[in-house]
């Protein structure tokens, strides 16, 4: 067996079970390898250059002069820090190593070839947000790498509720989503939380948006070009007309001659086309509308369906997340929404 020099170096403090210790990772990987005995995934592009931002927290000390400790210095709202001599330093968007180097270059006029020790102690500027029907909703510190199974339990898992005696999960799964850097991912949460398929649990990133929409939540979205885009509470035999007319009606840029019904799931979307100048001519019936049904009016005319759906699924996943943070997030989602 060819011998792994920190297993040596290990067992030279740690006698007791290190034979065990050596056996496991040479069952897993043979050749080079670290302790952990796990082959390393390849990391995020955030992991890759991990920078620093406001809120995180640092311990610093020139090397060899503990005297010049200091432990959990913030980086403030400004995105700068200070350090000895080394004053309003901007850390923000810098690497450790890139922080490292300009204090160095700061307190080389104070002392000679100065070495500074620059350690995380908490890392508090990367975020993400979890919404909708789950037991904590909030913002979370992007602490650790984490996965959107990690990241639901962390909020404590998804809301249930009591249907016949038995606990159901109150998420519509087939109307969450989640938001990257104002795209949505590709990612089916219907097919990670009830098919198990762990392939969908992908890692999460910066600035995530995690929204699991409610299942119990009989509402339609009116969207697009009307007086007042939002949510319509449902009632007995709503239709296209009267929901419209509920929001304030057509705006004078509507197109009303295709006005656009999406029905289910968001990845498998079944739509429908409404012309309402028809309707209100009484040349034809009123479209009826079922629960969660979206409603958008374009300002354009279109011909495909797909001219206009991926913006129709932009405002209604723009209004879940403006609903859910009470604050406008513009612009969250500026492209391809709908997988084709």
Same mark, same amino acid.
């Given at each position: 067996?060819?011998?792994?020099? !920190?297993?040596?170096?290990?067992?030279?403090? @740690?006698?007791?079970?290190?034979?065990?210790?050596?056996? !496991?990772?040479?069952?897993?990987?043979?050749?080079?390898?670290? @302790?952990?005995?796990?082959?390393? !995934?390849?990391?995020?592009?955030?992991?890759?250059?991990?920078? @620093?931002?406001?809120? +995180?927290?640092?311990?610093?000390?020139?090397?060899d002069q503990p005297e010049t400790a200091r432990t959990e210095v913030p980086i403030g709202p400004d995105g700068r820090i200070t350090f000895l001599q080394a004053r309003q330093i901007v850390?923000?968007?810098?690497?450790?190593?890139? @922080?490292?180097?300009?204090?160095?270059?700061? =307190?080389?006029?104070y002392y000679q070839n100065p070495r500074t020790i620059v350690?995380?102690?908490?890392?508090?500027?990367?975020k993400y947000y979890v919404l909708g029907a789950v037991v904590n909703k909030g913002v979370y510190n992007l602490?650790?790498?984490?996965?959107?199974?990690?990241a639901v339990a962390r909020?404590?898992?998804?809301?249930?509720?009591?249907?016949?005696?038995?606990?159901?999960?109150?998420?519509? =799964?087939?109307?969450?989503?989640?938001?990257?850097?104002? +795209?949505?991912?590709?990612?089916?949460?219907?097919?990670?939380?009830q098919r198990g398929d762990l392939a969908q649990n992908v890692p999460l990133a910066p600035g995530d948006y995690l929204y699991f929409a409610s299942a119990t939540a009989n509402e339609i979205y009116v969207l697009g070009e009307v007086a007042r885009p939002g949510i319509v509470a449902y009632a007995p035999k709503p239709t296209v007309i009267s929901v419209i007319s509920s929001r304030g009606g057509f705006t004078r840029k509507s197109f009303r001659s295709k006005v656009l019904v999406v029905r289910g799931s968001l990845s498998?979307?079944?739509?429908?086309?409404?012309n309402t100048s028809d309707i209100l001519a009484g040349k034809s019936q009123d479209f009826k509308l079922q629960p969660r049904d979206i409603v958008y009016v374009s300002e354009n005319p279109w011909v495909k369906v797909g001219d206009v759906l991926d913006i129709a699924a932009r405002a209604f996943m723009q209004s879940f997340v403006v609903t859910?943070?009470?604050?406008?997030?513009?612009?969250?989602?500026? +492209?391809?929404?709908?997988?084709?």
């Open positions: 067996m060819r011998k792994n020099p !920190a297993l040596i170096f290990v067992c030279l403090g @740690l006698a007791t079970g290190c034979a065990w210790v050596a056996r !496991a990772a040479d069952a897993v990987v043979p050749g080079p390898r670290s @302790l952990s005995g796990v082959a390393q !995934a390849k990391r995020a592009d955030w992991q890759q250059r991990l920078t @620093l931002g406001p809120g +995180d927290l640092l311990n610093l000390m020139l090397f850390a923000a968007g810098l690497t450790i190593d890139e @922080l490292r180097a300009k204090l160095d270059e700061a =307190l080389s006029n350690t995380p102690a908490a890392y508090n500027s990367k602490d650790r790498p984490l996965t959107i199974i990690e909020a404590g898992g998804l809301e249930t509720g009591l249907y016949e005696q038995r606990s159901v999960e109150l998420a519509d =799964l087939s109307r969450s989503f989640i938001v990257r850097n104002g +795209d949505r991912l590709a990612v089916d949460l219907e097919r990670l939380f498998t979307p079944e739509t429908f086309m409404v859910a943070t009470t604050r406008k997030v513009e612009p969250l989602i500026n +492209d391809s929404i709908i997988d084709r």
